[in-house]
């Protein structure tokens, strides 16, 4: 016995309203996953780019030939939260007479030591060494590049004198005095840019 037959029915067509319910939980998903991604990577950035380290590009000639006009260093902010900065390393700092501008100098005189300078040389002048020191800055400047000027600057126990490598044409200690800790950034780490004069720096 054959079975009956019946009309063919015709194909189910999806209403396009049940695909709206999951089409918006899916943007909504997505949309929420792309703002914790934000957030997180925001945790991690900024905490980083604010305590611990920070791009500057120096511009102008002072601290020639260690650092060239335009170049990309990267500032460790960190190190200084655990010991002071020591003699020949390169600092950040804001401008003692105008804190809205930030300098680069190397570190040459410590807190507690009297700085002479005179027949264009330095001289360190401590505990240890009394009668004075000349300083050796063999390590970074050519030894013909001469330290112009006659000052003699105490320095306090917080407080550091800053020289740029370019002596003839920098902006430093010998001018505005004394460098307070307080106004010190951090130290010159990494040179980024360019990339064949990409560097570390430790203090010399």
């Known amino acids: 016995m054959n079975n009956p037959t019946t009309d063919p029915q015709p194909p189910m067509q999806a209403d396009p309203t049940d695909v709206t319910p999951s089409f918006f939980a899916a943007v909504g998903r ?45 500032i460790d902010e960190l190190s200084y939260r655990f010991r002071a900065p020591e003699r020949g390393e390169v600092v950040v700092f804001r401008y003692p007479l105008d804190p809205r501008q930030y300098f680069i100098k190397r570190v040459v005189g410590l807190p507690g030591e009297t700085v002479k300078i005179s027949g264009e040389r330095v001289l360190i002048i401590n505990e240890e060494f009394p009668q004075g020191m000349p300083l050796d800055e063999s390590a970074y400047l050519p030894a013909e590049v001469p330290t ?8 306090g126990p917080e407080e550091y ?20 800790l307080s106004h010190i950034v951090g130290r010159v780490w990494i040179r980024g840019w360019p990339l064949d004069r990409v560097t570390v720096f430790r203090a010399p």
């Open 30 to 74: 997505f949309a929420l996953e792309l703002v914790e991604i934000v957030v997180i990577s925001l945790a991690i950035i900024l905490p980083i780019r604010y305590f611990l380290i920070q791009p500057f590009y120096v511009k102008g000639a002072s601290m020639e030939p260690t650092f060239d006009d335009h170049e990309y260093l990267i």
């Open 148 to 155: 112009r000027g006659d000052r003699t600057v105490a320095l």
């Open 161 to 180: 004198f800053v020289l740029g490598d370019n002596r003839s044409a920098s902006l430093d200690s010998r001018t505005f005095g004394p460098l307070p």
